[in-house]
Every structure is written in structure tokens, then in C-alpha cells.
């Protein structure tokens, strides 16, 4: 997350609001270059671990877990961005023409649509 207090820059006493909005600016713009890497390493990681369990229907705790198995995450802050970041990874690649599918109940979880089986032609 962005520490506005961080950004924030002070003249003769005063925020100097052209001097911090460019500091927020530059955080923003750092923010999302962080994230869009996070996403590349669980894209990443989600495609290995289904490669590792072609066809499974994993549940997204045990998703999570796995992925951050592959990621090694360094701390704690790190773990806690990588487990959202899987949530976000996951929602936006399900439903339809996603790569991924999800399903509830008995059998469900998350599988990789490639890894379904071909349905026989009758």
C-alpha cells in the first residue's frame, strides 16, 4: 500500500502540494509495477503447480499455499501481498474465456481449463 505521509512534502511549514503530488505520483506508478510483478510470478507459479497436478481441482486455500510454496516469500508483508494477489489472479483469470475454471461443492475448486478432458464425440 501507499504511505500518503510518506509523499507528503513541506515548505516554510506548509504542504507543498505540486512537490507531493509528484512524490504520489512516482508511488503510484512504483505501486503498480510491483503488483503487475507479483502477478507475473503467480501466473507463473499457478501455471506450475497445475502442471505439477494436471487436471486436479484445487481449492484456493491449498492453491494459495502451493503457490506461495514456489514463491518463497521473504516475510511475512510479503506472504500477505502474495495471498491476495493469488485471490486477484484467480478472479481475474475465471468465468468465461479465462484460463482457469472454478466450481463449488463436492469435486469443485480451481482446475485449468486445458487440462479438462476433451469430451468423446458421439
Given amino acids: 500500500m501507499i504511505?500518503?505521509?510518506k509523499n507528503v512534502v513541506y515548505t516554510a511549514g506548509a504542504i507543498n502540494l505540486?512537490?507531493?503530488l509528484?512524490?504520489?505520483a512516482a508511488s503510484?506508478?512504483?505501486?503498480?509495477?510491483?503488483?503487475?510483478n507479483d502477478l507475473d510470478a503467480v501466473a507463473g507459479a499457478v501455471s506450475q503447480?497445475?502442471?505439477?497436478?494436471k487436471g486436479a481441482h484445487i481449492a484456493t486455500p491449498a492453491l494459495t499455499t502451493l503457490v506461495l510454496g514456489i514463491l518463497k516469500p521473504t516475510s511475512l508483508e510479503a506472504m500477505a501481498t502474495l495471498q491476495v494477489r493469488v485471490r486477484e489472479y484467480v478472479v481475474?483469470?475465471?468465468?468465461e474465456g479465462g484460463t482457469l475454471k472454478t466450481a463449488k461443492?463436492?469435486?469443485?475448486?480451481i482446475s485449468r481449463r486445458c487440462d479438462a478432458p476433451?469430451?468423446?464425440a458421439k
Avoid at 28 to 36: D, G, L, P, T, W
Avoid at 49 to 53: A, G, R
Avoid at 92 to 95: E, F, L, P
Avoid at 105 to 109: A, F, I, T, V
Fill in 28 to 36: 503510484i506508478v512504483a505501486y503498480n509495477e510491483s503488483k503487475s
Fill in 49 to 53: 503447480v497445475f502442471d505439477t497436478y
Fill in 22 to 24: 509528484k512524490n504520489c
Fill in 18 to 20: 505540486e512537490d507531493t
Fill in 92 to 95: 481475474a483469470n475465471s468465468g
Fill in 118 to 120: 476433451v469430451a468423446e
Fill in 3 to 5: 504511505d500518503l505521509n
Fill in 105 to 109: 461443492g463436492k469435486g469443485g475448486g
